[in-house]
């Protein structure tokens, strides 16, 4: 089944550095989405991006996607205690379902 | 803050009792897909509701039931909890049906079955 792997499980970085965290999925998708979510919460959408797309920006994001290597990665650059959270992405399975990954926790250290 | 608003926030309940959950949607979405969080994983989806009827259910059983109602606020009833049913339930609303549209979550509603 389509759903992505978010990559690695956690990450735990000093503020200020940057942030990668990367998606795998399995077949060939539309659009592909990041999601925020912040300990215990609802999940706030990120960026959007679509298959003829290679890079978007949004603020201190970076998301891109290489669809020859099925997957897409999240950058969040000058990182502060604030993006401490999960993220997700979330690929469309079929056509009835947005599926999300076991997404990435973040945390930002002072 | 996304305008979407679940409630309870929280709810704790006994093996096989009955729950409902409910979720009021953005102003100006007539879709709401509801989503089941386990501790530490991803959003599992249940099941969309667009214009009142199902559009679209996940791998739930059919305790799982949802109702969608003309102001497009919506309803997750369970039935015969199990433990396993214990999880944070999301609900999200959308533009419309399509999959591109980007979801509104609300802050969801935190289940405990005992």
């Known amino acids: 089944s389509q759903q992505g792997e978010e990559d690695p499980q956690a990450l735990s970085i000093q503020e200020g550095e940057n942030a990668t965290m990367n998606c795998s999925y399995k077949?060939?998708?539309?659009?592909l989405q990041w999601y925020r979510q912040n300990s215990g919460r609802g999940l706030v959408h990120l960026i959007l991006i679509r298959s003829n797309e290679r890079e978007k920006h949004s603020g201190r994001l970076r998301v891109t996607l290489d669809t020859s290597k099925k997957s897409s990665s999240l950058l969040i650059t000058a990182s502060r205690a604030a993006d401490t959270a999960s993220y997700f992405c979330a690929l469309i399975q079929g056509a009835q379902k947005l599926v999300f990954g076991q997404g990435t926790r973040l945390t930002i250290n002072p | 803050e996304t305008g979407v608003t679940q409630s309870p926030t929280h709810l704790i309940k006994t093996r096989g009792q009955q729950v409902t959950l409910r979720c009021s949607s953005q102003s100006g979405h007539n879709t709401v897909s509801w989503y089941q969080q386990a501790l530490g994983q991803g959003p599992q989806f249940i099941f969309q509701?667009?214009?009142?009827?199902?559009?679209g259910r996940g791998n739930f059983p059919p305790r799982f039931s949802g109702l969608q109602f003309p102001n497009y606020s919506s309803e997750l009833n369970v039935n015969a909890l199990e433990l396993d049913d214990s999880a944070l339930y999301l609900c999200?609303?959308?533009?419309?049906?399509?999959?591109?549209?980007?979801?509104?979550f609300g802050s969801g509603t935190q289940l405990s079955v005992l």
């Open positions: 999200a609303s959308s533009l419309d049906r399509g999959w591109e549209e980007k979801l509104f």
């Open positions: 509701y667009y214009r009142e009827e199902e559009n």
């Open positions: 077949t060939s998708i539309n659009n």
